[in-house]
């Protein structure tokens, strides 16, 4: 089993999106990148902790690539709005791939190129940070899964 770490706005959407895929073993919501140690909800919504929503994917590689969870990530969010998802705003909510080795670097550096080359977002550049994971900390159990278990919720509201 492999590990990523996707933000990519509210978690809650993205974590959805990263369980229902095929060789997706576990999936959680929680925090990384800031520099407050074991940071709350009501923290990282404050913007001062440095921290983004992000969700830790748990894979088996021989079912599902990196480079295939990368595909999702591109698709399921705008990387080219800055520190911004719909109506979410703030750098809690910015567009990031935490890399866990060097192959998921070149592998995430090597699918930006791809997307930006392809002229997938039009013209628009690409802000998305591809940064070397850090501690990731686990958000509040309430938020674990959270649309599955509240049918007809979404982000933002």
């Not at 791939?97 to 997938?120: H, N, W």
Request: charged share 25%.
């Amino acid at each position: 089993m492999e590990k990523a770490y996707f933000a990519a706005g509210c978690f809650w959407h993205v974590e959805e999106a990263f369980r229902t895929v095929r060789g997706v073993i576990a999936t959680a919501v929680g925090y990384s990148g800031g520099t407050t140690k074991d940071p709350s909800y009501r923290q990282v919504c404050s913007g001062n902790t440095g921290h983004a929503e992000t969700v830790e994917v748990t894979f088996d590689p021989s079912v599902v690539t990196f480079e295939e969870l990368l595909d999702l990530f591109w698709n399921i969010h705008d990387p080219t709005t800055l520190n911004r998802q719909g109506p979410d705003l703030g750098t809690q909510y910015r567009s990031a791939i935490f890399y866990v080795d060097d192959g998921q670097r070149d592998t995430a550096l090597g699918s930006r190129r791809k997307m930006e080359t392809l002229e997938v977002f039009g013209r628009r550049r690409i802000v998305t940070q591809i940064v070397r994971a850090s501690t990731f900390y686990k958000a509040e159990e309430y938020h674990q899964r959270y649309l599955e278990k509240h049918k007809g919720a979404a982000c933002g509201m």
